[in-house]
C-alpha cells in the first residue's frame, strides 16, 4: 500500500512501500551460520565496494547466505537473477581470481525461441566480465553458434532490501525505515531507501543499450532485452550498479577503461611489492594469491586506508585483524602498516565512553557506517572493545620502525604510542595486578574481547564459562613483546630511560606471567585467569602466541610446543583453537576446535623464535597441504578442526571469510619466520637467522627486499640439508648478519 512520496537529496521523487521488519537473531561475535551453504562464491572488490555472489554470479532471491552488492555497511542489491527463454542459464566454468574482475561463462538449456524454433543446448554462449571500481561493471556478450538466427529473450530480476549489514549478518530489528517504489525513467533504474537515520540510500542501475523494457514492482524490476542474433552473431550489453548514499554523485566510466585502471593499480602494487619465486609452482601460486587478495583488502575509508578484515562480513576498518595482516605482511609491503599505523592513531580512544568501551589512549576494534550505527544501535561510531588491539599496534609501530628506519614516522608515533603505554598501565590494569583484563560496558558491546570473541569461546576444560574481568595469556605475551620492541625505538630516540623502564616491566611481567599462568599438570599455559584470578584451564592455541611475544621460559616453551603438537591439539592440518579434551570441544565451532591460518602463523613464528624448527616446518607444510584443497589456493579465514584423514580433504568452515586479511598475510609471516629475517634499519642490518626450509621448498628467491632504504634481492637454497643464501643484488647501505655462522657479509652502497 502506498503512504507517502519521499524526494532523493537531488530531487527526485519516490514513492513509499509499507513493510514490516525482518526479525532476526544476532550471533555475538559470529556470523550466523546456515545449513547448505555452498562452498564457492565470487567475490570481486575494490575500496569500499564489493559484489558477493553464488558461483553462477547471481544474487538468488531470499538467499540466506549473506550474498549482495554492498557498499558503506549496507547491501545495495539483494536480488540479480538473469534468465534466457524464461530459464536459468547453465553455468560452465566461473572465476573471480583476478580479485577485481569476475568471468563467467553460460550457455543455454534445451529452449525455443521467440520465434517458435527448436535451439539445441550449448549452443548460445553467454560470457559476463565484472568490475568494480565506485560502482559494480558488467559487460554481457551473447553469442549464437547456431547456423540459423536466433531470437532471444533475456530477463532480468533487480532488488534491494538495502539491509544494515548487521542485519544481514542477523541482528534483530522491530522498525525499519521506508523501502521506496523502484522508478524507470527511460535512462536508469533507481531502487531507494529512506533509513530511520534519515540518510537516503539508492541503487542506480543504468543500461547499454536500452531494455526493450523495465517493469517495476514492490519487489524490485524485471529487465527485459528482445532481439535476433545471426549465425555466429555476438551481442553486447552492458549494465552499470551505482550505490549512493545520500548526497553523493557518482560518474560512470566503460567498462574497459575501469578494467584498464585496476590491472594498472594491481601492476603498480606487484612491482611495488617484493616478488617471492621458490622452485615449487603450487606454493609460488598461494604466495601470489595472498600477494593479490592483501591488495584487494587495502580499502580507502573516510577514517583513512586501512586492511578490511574480510568478505563478506567485515569490509571496514578493524583493529585486531588489520594490525596482525599488517605485521604479517611487512617484508612483502610496508604500505599496509604505515596506512594501517597512521589510520589507527588518528583514532585512537580519547574519552571514556562506555558506550563505545572507550578509554583514552585505546585502539578501535571496529568501525561502521551502517543506518544501524548512525541510529545508535550499535556502538561502532567506532567500537573500542577489544582488549588485544592496543599492544599489537605498539608491536606493529616498533616492527615498521625496525623494517624502515623512518625517523620521521616514529616521531609522529611517539604521542600515539605514549598514550597506548598509559591505557594498558591505567586502564588495561585496572586492578593493579601487573595483567591486562577485559570486562564489557557497553550493553551492545562483545562479552569477550579477544581475538576469540564468540560465545563459549573463554571457558574451563569443564567448560564452565571464565567470568570477566579476564585476563587472556596472549595479551600478556603481546604487551611483553610491545615494551620490549617499544624500548629499542625509545633508545633510538635517545629516551634512555623511559626505554630501561619498558625492559624491567617487560621483564617483571615475564617472570610473573611464568609463575601464574603456567598449568604444571598440562604442560601448558592457561588461557586466561578469571575474575577470580584462577587459570582457566582449558589447552587452547592461545598459548602459542606467548612463544611469538617470547613471554615463554625456555623450558617451558620446549613443553609448550610438545604439547601443541599432541592429537588432541594438532589435526594434522594445523593446531587447533581448543584441545579435545575440553568439555566444549567441537571442530565446527568458530573458535572451539577449528583451525585459523593466521594463528597458526603466529605459532610457527613463535617456534622459529625458541629454535623449534622440526615443529615450525611440519606445520607451515600441514598449511600448505590444506591451502592446495581450497579455492585458487586461497587459505579461507578457518576450516573445520576435523583429523586429517587420506586423501580426505580439509573440511571448510560454511560461512568463513574468504578472502580473508591475515589468512592471506599467513604465509608471508610463515616465510620470513622460516628463512630467519629479521630487519634491523636503524643499525643498517639484516639478520638471517639460522635459516631453513620445508622438504617441498629447495630455492626461494627474493627481489626487491626492503631494509630502509637499502634493496637487496637475495636467494636462499637447500644444500646438505641445510639452507644456504647469497646476496644477488645490492643498493643502498646495509650489512647482511648471518647468526648461525657468526660472521657477516658486508653490503655496501652502489
Known amino acids: 500500500m502506498l503512504e507517502k512520496k519521499v524526494k532523493s537529496p537531488h530531487g527526485e521523487e519516490f514513492e513509499v512501500i509499507s513493510s514490516e521488519a525482518i526479525i532476526r537473531i544476532l550471533n555475538e561475535g559470529v556470523p550466523f551460520i546456515a545449513a547448505g551453504v555452498e562452498v564457492k562464491k565470487l567475490v570481486v572488490k575494490e575500496g569500499e565496494v564489493f559484489l558477493y555472489t553464488n558461483s553462477e554470479g547471481s544474487l538468488p532471491r531470499g538467499n540466506p547466505l549473506g550474498l549482495g552488492f554492498y557498499y558503506k555497511d549496507t547491501r545495495f542489491l539483494s536480488v540479480y537473477e538473469m534468465y534466457m527463454q524464461g530459464k536459468k542459464p547453465l553455468l560452465l566454468s566461473s572465476s573471480a581470481e583476478l580479485d577485481y574482475r569476475a568471468f563467467i561463462e553460460l550457455t543455454n538449456a534445451d529452449m525455443v525461441d521467440l520465434a517458435g524454433v527448436v535451439v539445441p543446448q550449448e549452443t548460445i554462449n553467454i560470457r559476463r566480465l565484472r568490475a568494480t571500481k565506485d560502482n559494480l561493471y558488467e559487460q554481457i556478450r551473447i553469442k549464437n553458434y547456431n547456423l540459423f538466427p536466433v531470437s532471444l529473450e533475456l530477463q532480468f530480476l533487480v532488488g534491494s532490501d538495502f539491509f544494515d549489514l548487521f542485519e544481514v549478518r542477523g541482528l534483530r530489528r522491530l522498525k525499519r525505515g521506508q523501502i521506496l517504489k523502484p522508478k524507470y525513467d527511460g535512462r536508469a533504474l533507481s531502487l531507494a531507501y529512506l533509513g530511520l537515520d534519515d540518510v537516503f540510500r539508492q541503487t542506480r542501475v543504468e543500461f547499454k543499450p536500452r531494455p526493450a523494457s523495465v517493469a517495476t514492482g514492490p519487489e524490485g524490476a524485471q529487465v527485459t532485452y528482445t532481439f535476433t542474433l545471426k549465425p555466429h552473431e555476438a551481442r553486447t550489453l552492458n549494465i ?307 612463544l611469538f611475544g617470547e613471554i615463554a621460559d625456555p623450558k617451558k616453551a620446549r613443553q609448550l610446543v610438545a604439547r601443541l603438537m599432541q592429537p588432541d591439539m594438532f589435526s594434522g592440518w594445523g593446531i587447533r583453537t581448543l584441545s579435545k579434551t575440553s568439555a566444549n570441544y567441537n571442530p565446527m565451532q568458530y573458535h572451539c576446535g577449528t583451525v585459523w591460518p593466521h594463528d597458526n602463523a603466529i605459532i610457527i613464528a613463535g617456534m622459529k623464535k625458541y629454535g623449534f624448527k622440526e615443529a615450525a616446518v611440519k606445520l607451515a607444510g600441514c598449511l600448505f597441504d590444506a591451502a592446495m584443497w581450497f579455492d585458487d589456493q586461497r587459505l579461507p579465514e578457518l576450516f573445520c578442526g576435523f583429523s586429517r584423514r587420506v586423501p580426505h580433504p580439509p573440511v571448510a568452515y560454511p560461512v568463513s571469510c574468504s578472502p580473508q586479511a591475515w589468512a592471506a598475510g599467513s604465509f608471508f609471516l610463515i616465510l620470513q619466520s622460516l628463512l630467519g629475517i629479521e630487519p634491523d634499519a636503524p643499525k643498517k642490518q639484516l639478520k638471517i637467522i639460522d635459516p631453513v626450509m620445508p622438504l617441498w621448498l629447495n630455492e626461494v628467491r627474493m627481489e626487491g627486499l626492503k631494509i630502509g632504504k637499502a634493496r637487496l634481492n637475495i636467494e636462499f637454497y637447500r644444500k646438505d640439508d641445510k639452507v644456504t643464501y647469497k646476496v644477488t643484488k645490492k643498493q643502498g647501505d646495509i650489512t647482511v648478519v648471518d647468526e648461525r655462522k657468526q660472521g657477516s657479509e658486508e653490503v655496501r652502497k652502489r
Open 240 to 546: 552499470f550498479f551505482k550505490p549512493i548514499v545520500g548526497t553523493e554523485r557518482k560518474r560512470t566510466a566503460s567498462f574497459n577503461s575501469v578494467a584498464t585502471e585496476l590491472r594498472r593499480s594491481y601492476d603498480e602494487w606487484d612491482s611495488g611489492s617484493l616478488n617471492i619465486t621458490t622452485d615449487n609452482e603450487m606454493f609460488n601460486e598461494v604466495m601470489e594469491r595472498g600477494k593479490k587478495d592483501v591488495r584487494q583488502l587495502l580499502t580507502p575509508t573516510p577514517m583513512g586506508t586501512m586492511m578490511a578484515a574480510g568478505i563478506p562480513w567485515f569490509v571496514a576498518p578493524f583493529g585486531r585483524d588489520s594490525i596482525i595482516t599488517a605485521i604479517e605482511t611487512l617484508m612483502l609491503s610496508d604500505i599496509p602498516a604505515f596506512e594501517t599505523s597512521k589510520t589507527l592513531a588518528s583514532m585512537q580512544g580519547k574519552s571514556v565512553d562506555g558506550w563505545r568501551d572507550e578509554e583514552p589512549g585505546k585502539i578501535l576494534h571496529e568501525y561502521r557506517q551502517g543506518e544501524l550505527t548512525n541510529l545508535g544501535e550499535v556502538p561502532h561510531t567506532p567500537y573500542y572493545g577489544t582488549v588485544d588491539s592496543t599492544p599489537l599496534f605498539l608491536i606493529m609501530v616498533s616492527q615498521l620502525f625496525k623494517w624502515t628506519g623512518d625517523e620521521s614516522f616514529i616521531n609522529t608515533m611517539i604521542d600515539p604510542m605514549d598514550k597506548a603505554l598509559n591505557w594498558i598501565s591505567e586502564y588495561g590494569d585496572a586492578d593493579g595486578d601487573f595483567f591486562v583484563e577485559y570486562i564489557r560496558k557497553s550493553p551492545r558491546g562483545l562479552i569477550h574481547q579477544g581475538w576469540k570473541d564468540s560465545g563459549g569461546s573463554i571457558c574451563f576444560k569443564d567448560s564452565s564459562p571464565a567470568v570477566p574481568p579476564i585476563a587472556l595469556a596472549e595479551v600478556q605475551a603481546y604487551i611483553h613483546a610491545a615494551k620490549n620492541g617499544l624500548s629499542e625505538v625509545y633508545d633510538f630516540l635517545g629516551y634512555d630511560e623511559k626505554a630501561e623502564q619498558l625492559r624491567e616491566e617487560a621483564k617483571a611481567l615475564k617472570k610473573l606471567f611464568n609463575e601464574t599462568f603456567w598449568l604444571e599438570a598440562d604442560k601448558c599455559y592457561a588461557l586466561a585467569l578469571d575474575k577470580e584470578k584462577r587459570p582457566v584451564d582449558a589447552i587452547t592455541s592461545n598459548a602459542g602466541h606467548c
